[in-house]
């Protein structure tokens, strides 16, 4: 069902005070590239269904990762993808937070700070891993933003509780089962890596130093998942989310937005915001990544590396059954109408429309 509000309207609304808002090329071609979606300037195509016969006009999706309508597909790819390598134990999800400090870092040298952010965080647990013996592996996933849209840089992190020795052999990772490593000492070591990998690459000054070592950094460790299943399920919801869903909008006027949040100051209690239109998309901007940046990575013995060498072995070594083939419910490509025969491509066509002949009795469907 799609949502009565969307963030694309938002940008419609604000028009081409869109340049006044001092934006870089590549966040205002994602805007462009998100106002446009699912409309004729993307072009589109006809589908028949091959049972019913009744044919659909479908416009053509942006396919942009910060698009709120576009990550269902891709989600559900990646989620099946990970399915077959997961390992029968528990796993650890562990948030590495940026101080509030470095934000105006954010915005200027985003791909540098980040790319800090990853590197350091694996540091980190690799460093703990090592003390064990262990090469440890982990899941990176990066958030940018707060509930509100404002910037919170974070480090999702999902660590299975086991590592490998230098036999290859697989060892608990950690003293307890209720955590992984103590969060007191992961804040210590990732604060004095970020920085001086921050040192490194002359990002900042003494005195931006001096106030982030003044400051206790935030690493919270939940407990472990369950199963392999709630890790699946947890994947999909964090790994191709965005700053805000189109579901959160709840009202758009000629110059204001109103959505909700979860004030998590208040135990994450529900709460409303209305910005005008130019401060909606100004820092739902700020959420846009660099161009081709990767903000899912994988480390240690869940690299690619590892896992095209020796993943299966690792496997097998824990015992490892065939896990149920995760298929999630969809249905693209089924006739929306008799919601049973398949649909075929019988034309496609670009920003000028479809030819007038081939509009007749068409339900026109934005896909």
Same mark, same amino acid.
């Given at each position: 069902?799609?949502?009565p ?6 940008i419609?609304a604000?028009?081409?005070?869109v ?12 805007? #462009?590239?998100?106002?446009n ?7 589109? $195509?006809?589908e ?15 396919r942009n990762?910060?698009?709120?309508t576009c990550? !269902?597909?891709?989600? /559900?790819?990646? =989620?099946?993808a990970? /399915? ?6 528990a796993?650890y999800?562990?948030?590495f937070?940026? @101080? ?9 040298? @985003?791909k ?5 952010l990853?590197?350091?965080a ?24 707060g509930?509100n849209?404002?910037?919170?840089p974070h ?9 490998? +020795? ?5 060892? $608990?990772? !950690?003293?307890?089962?209720?955590y992984?490593?103590?969060?007191? #000492?992961l804040?210590l070591v ?11 690459l002359n990002l ?5 130093? +001096?106030?982030?070592? #003044?400051?206790?950094?935030v690493v ?7 199963? @392999? ?6 994947l ?5 989310k965005?700053?805000?869903s ?7 006027? +000629?110059?204001?937005?109103t %959505?909700?949040?979860? +004030? ?6 529900k709460k409303?915001?209305t910005?005008?239109? /130019? ?8 959420h846009?990544?660099?161009?081709? %940046? ?22 097998k #070594?824990?015992g ?12 693209k490509? =089924?006739? @929306?109408?008799?919601?049973?025969g398949?649909?075929?491509? =019988?034309? /496609?066509?670009?920003?000028?429309g479809?030819?007038? %002949? ?10």
């Amino acid at each position: 069902m799609q949502a009565p509000y969307q963030v694309k309207q938002v940008i419609e609304a604000l028009g081409s005070k869109v340049e006044t808002l001092g934006l870089n090329s590549w966040q205002l071609r994602t805007l #462009s590239a998100i106002k446009n979606c699912r409309t004729l300037a993307m072009g589109g $195509r006809v589908e028949q269904c091959e049972s019913c016969g009744k044919q659909h006009l479908f416009y053509n999706s942006c396919r942009n990762r910060h698009c709120p309508t576009c990550q !269902g597909h891709k989600r /559900e790819e990646w =989620i099946r993808a990970r /399915e077959a390598e997961l390992l029968p134990v528990a796993y650890y999800h562990v948030v590495f937070t940026l @101080p509030s400090e470095l934000n105006t870092l954010a915005l200027h040298k @985003p791909k540098q700070l980040y790319d800090i952010l990853f590197k350091t965080a694996w540091a980190t647990l690799k460093q703990f891993g090592k003390t064990e013996g262990l090469q440890l592996g982990m899941i990176a996933i990066l958030h940018t933003w707060g509930q509100n849209l404002s910037l919170h840089p974070h480090l999702h992190c999902i660590v299975p509780s086991v590592g490998v +020795d230098h036999n290859g052999n697989a060892n $608990r990772a !950690g003293k307890s089962k209720k955590y992984l490593y103590c969060v007191e #000492s992961l804040s210590l070591v990732f604060r004095a890596k970020f920085v001086a990998e921050m040192r490194n690459l002359n990002l900042g000054k003494q005195a931006l130093y +001096d106030k982030l070592f #003044s400051k206790n950094w935030v690493v919270y460790a939940k407990n472990p998942f369950g199963s @392999p299943k709630s890790v699946i399920e947890y994947l999909g919801r964090y790994t191709h989310k965005i700053a805000i869903s189109n579901y959160r909008i709840k009202a758009i006027t +000629d110059t204001h937005v109103t %959505f909700s949040y979860k +004030d998590y100051k208040t135990e994450g209690k529900k709460k409303i915001m209305t910005l005008t239109h /130019e401060e909606f998309v100004r820092r739902f901007a700020q959420h846009i990544l660099p161009k081709r %940046f990767i903000r899912i990575r994988h480390y240690g013995i869940l690299s690619s590396t590892y896992k095209r060498k020796k993943l299966h072995d690792l496997q097998k #070594s824990l015992g490892q059954n065939t896990l149920q083939q995760y298929k999630p419910k969809s249905l693209k490509g =089924i006739c @929306p109408t008799c919601k049973k025969g398949r649909l075929k491509v =019988i034309l /496609e066509f670009d920003s000028r429309g479809p030819p007038a %002949f081939s509009l007749t009795g068409l339900q026109s469907i934005a896909c």
